[in-house]
């Protein structure tokens, strides 16, 4: 659990400042759940310059409660929380020398969305939080106000966490909180699973990866695992300490962000990768007189791919199923039929196109885009504006890198197949 914290302060000496302003929004790594936002009091003067930066002046927090009227509010939305802030020291100190002032040692765990960006995203112009929200295209309004600053360290974060493939965020905290063995039983760990589709993190005690996988109802799959038999499900049920997760949107989303994060992280219990990614494909091959045939044969890199496919029975079914569906024999095509051909290829591959798929995501209005580049997947983001989707410079600045394997080829080129929401902008053609 985060409280994502943002605090406006008089200025003045170090360590002499007030709180005239705070808003924190408690996230449990997917929506709000409790949200405080008020005026204070601080007791001092407001500098002028401060006045001038955020507008907030003495006539203003005159009236408004005093820190020691809403610090136990406070106590109770940050309890079992990480700080996160933009420059989380500043807030962190702040926040501790009121406490202090209070006779209280208040402490919490911090992380501090300053360092996170440079890390994360380390070709960003500045990581300033104004500069950086609207580089990546996040609305951001009330600049310079607890409310408004803590909304646009909100949305950054969520894009962090979507950036941070290794996990490194959840696993610090996991490895900190639990210091040795956990406490619940399997029961408690799988009743605090969602019911919902997305990934899931089977953790050991020191916070480390042992198995991801991808469901449509997660505490399903973790209570089967739970309950199973076998070497592999044993060894779970004996080393699993924690089990978090990660919603997502559609089947695209969750088969290529789990076969990412298993190529990155490389969990204890996961099979590893094929590196081949598939063994066979329908190719399109032009005969002495120039037609356009189409293939099933053994996977290549020589010929344009119409798609790709596990096994060759599997390709000349899909083939099979064309031929029904357009009437025409598309391995014995004329010209006529080339143009059938062409249109083929534009709705089933990714062979050396220029792409963006738009899958639905995880929210009413969020989408979730990915950019395929010369036939080969770059990266992945969550957007619900089209104009983030539309700017190609700043789509490109949003994504999570994935690295396109044959793998995720396989995976987007199968659901191709399947015509489900996928809706596809060639960029080419634009």
């Known amino acids: 659990m985060y409280a994502i914290l943002d605090i406006e302060s008089t200025g003045g000496k170090y360590n002499e400042e007030g709180i005239m302003e705070i808003a924190i929004h408690q996230f449990d790594g997917e929506k709000v759940t409790d949200t405080f936002i008020s005026l204070l009091n601080p007791e001092r ?16 927090v005159k009236n408004a409660p005093k820190f020691y009227e809403v610090a136990k509010r406070i106590l109770e939305i940050t309890e079992d929380c990480v700080i996160v802030a933009h420059n989380a020291q500043f807030d962190y100190r702040i926040l501790r020398t009121e406490f202090r002032r209070l006779g209280y040692d208040y402490q919490r765990k911090t992380l501090c969305t300053v360092d996170l960006s440079k890390e994360l995203i380390p070709d960003a112009e500045s990581h300033s939080l104004g500069k950086l929200v609207r580089s990546l295209g996040i609305a951001v309004s009330d600049r310079h106000r607890a409310n408004g600053d803590a909304l646009a360290t909100l949305k950054l974060f969520k894009l962090l966490l979507a950036k941070d493939t290794e996990k490194k965020i959840v696993k610090s905290i996991i490895k900190a909180e639990t210091l040795g063995e956990l406490s619940p039983t399997q029961l408690d760990i799988v009743e605090a699973l969602p019911s919902e589709s997305g990934l899931y993190y089977m953790h050991d005690k020191d916070g480390d990866i042992l198995f991801i996988g991808n469901s449509k109802n997660i505490k399903k799959r973790v209570n089967q695992h739970f309950t199973n038999v076998g070497d592999i499900a044993r060894k779970l049920q004996k080393e699993t300490k924690k089990v978090t997760f990660e919603r997502t949107g559609g089947e695209l989303d969750s088969l290529i962000k789990e076969a990412e994060e298993i190529r990155r992280n490389k969990p204890k219990y996961n099979r590893k990768q094929k590196p081949i990614g598939f063994s066979h494909g329908i ?39 064309l031929k029904e569906k357009y009437g025409v024999n598309l391995e014995q095509n004329r010209d006529e039929q080339n143009n059938i051909v062409q249109e083929l290829f534009m709705d089933y591959s990714t062979f050396n196109r220029d792409l963006i798929i738009i899958d639905r995501g ?36 949003l994504l999570t890198p994935i690295k396109g394997t044959p793998y995720i080829t396989f995976i987007i080129e199968t659901l191709l197949r399947k015509k489900n929401r996928l809706n596809i902008i060639d960029l080419n053609q634009n």
Request: without cysteine; proline residues 2%; positive net charge.
């Open 283 to 321: 190719y399109l091959i032009e005969n002495e007189e120039g037609d356009i045939l189409l293939k099933p044969q053994k996977a290549n890199h020589k010929n344009a791919r119409l798609s790709s496919f596990g096994s060759l029975k599997t390709a000349k079914t899909f083939l099979t199923r």
């Open 45 to 60: 003067e407001i500098q002028p310059f401060v006045a001038k930066l955020t507008g907030i002046n003495n006539k203003m």
């Open 362 to 397: 995880r929210s009413l209005g969020e989408k979730a885009v990915f950019l395929i580049k010369k036939g080969t997947l770059v990266g992945m983001a969550y957007t619900d504006l089209n104009h983030q989707i539309n700017n190609i410079a700043i789509l490109e600045t």
